[in-house]
């Protein structure tokens, strides 16, 4: 390198006209020097994210599926209307669900008295199974001809409404949908506890909202 300084000097010193130029001082020759790397690696935190190098994280939320949903005429913990009950017209309400589950091929529904107990078990007023799950929605005192139903505790085919006890305090009904990966295999006129059974056996996600009724 000093070589080569050495002979730039002397180089400039005739310019091969008989003039004489200054001499160069090597000192007063500006180097050039390369900027160091500013990159910067974002590494792989295995988690589905990755850190952007100065302390913050970009983080990839997972996809988050809504709940499997059920809809009734009353409000969770709300009071029955008496049209589905023994003192109306005893028929069962309109249900509509949502956001079934993937691999649903059917959708069951029970309705059961928790303040009521027969036999060590919640009084059973309805269970039906055989819905289809692209139907969304089952209308009023509807039994679709894929469906069936258990015998309630009353002894019934079918849907049974509250019918608590005059003077009793409000008793508290809970209406359930079942999401089933298979057919419970079950035929009409079961009885309701061997028949819920055998959907619970095959439920993949359920739902329910409770509802009040007194006499």
Not at 53 to 77: C, H, K, N, T, Y
Not at 116 to 139: K, M, N, Y
Not at 195 to 213: H, K, M, R
């Given at each position: 390198m000093l070589g080569a300084v050495a002979l730039l000097v002397l180089a400039a010193c005739d310019t091969g006209d008989g003039k004489q130029l200054q001499p160069v001082d090597p000192a007063d020759i500006p180097t050039s020097t390369a900027a160091p790397s500013?990159?910067?690696?974002?590494?792989?935190?295995?988690?589905?994210?990755?850190?952007?190098?100065?302390?913050?994280?970009?983080?990839?939320?997972?996809?988050?599926?809504?709940?499997?949903?059920?809809?009734?005429?009353?409000?969770?913990?709300?009071?029955?209307?008496?049209?589905y009950t023994c003192e109306g017209r005893n028929v069962a309400p309109p249900l509509s669900w949502a956001v079934v589950p993937d691999g649903t091929v059917e959708i069951a529904l029970s309705m059961v008295d928790e303040?009521?107990?027969?036999?060590?078990?919640?009084?059973?007023?309805?269970?039906?199974?055989?819905?289809?799950?692209?139907?969304?929605?089952?209308?009023?005192?509807?039994?679709?001809?894929?469906?069936?139903q258990g015998i309630n505790f009353f002894g019934d085919v079918g849907y049974g409404g509250p019918c608590p006890p005059p003077g009793d305090e409000a008793h508290v009904y809970r209406l359930t949908?079942?999401?089933?990966?298979?057919?419970?295999?079950?035929?009409?006129?079961?009885?309701?506890?061997?028949?819920?059974?055998?959907?619970?056996?095959?439920?993949?996600?359920?739902?329910?909202?409770?509802?009040?009724?007194?006499?």
């Open positions: 500013t990159t910067t690696d974002i590494p792989f935190t295995g988690d589905g994210g990755a850190t952007t190098g100065v302390g913050e994280s970009m983080v990839i939320e997972p996809d988050v599926r809504e709940p499997f949903q059920l809809a009734a005429p009353w409000l969770d913990g709300a009071r029955i209307d008496q049209r303040s009521a107990v027969s036999d060590g078990q919640p009084f059973v007023h309805w269970v039906i199974a055989g819905l289809d799950p692209g139907e969304i929605a089952l209308a009023e005192g509807d039994v679709p001809p894929t469906a069936v949908a079942y999401a089933l990966n298979q057919t419970p295999g079950v035929a009409d006129g079961t009885p309701a506890i061997e028949f819920l059974e055998a959907v619970e056996a095959v439920t993949i996600e359920s739902v329910d909202l409770t509802g009040t009724f007194r006499r």
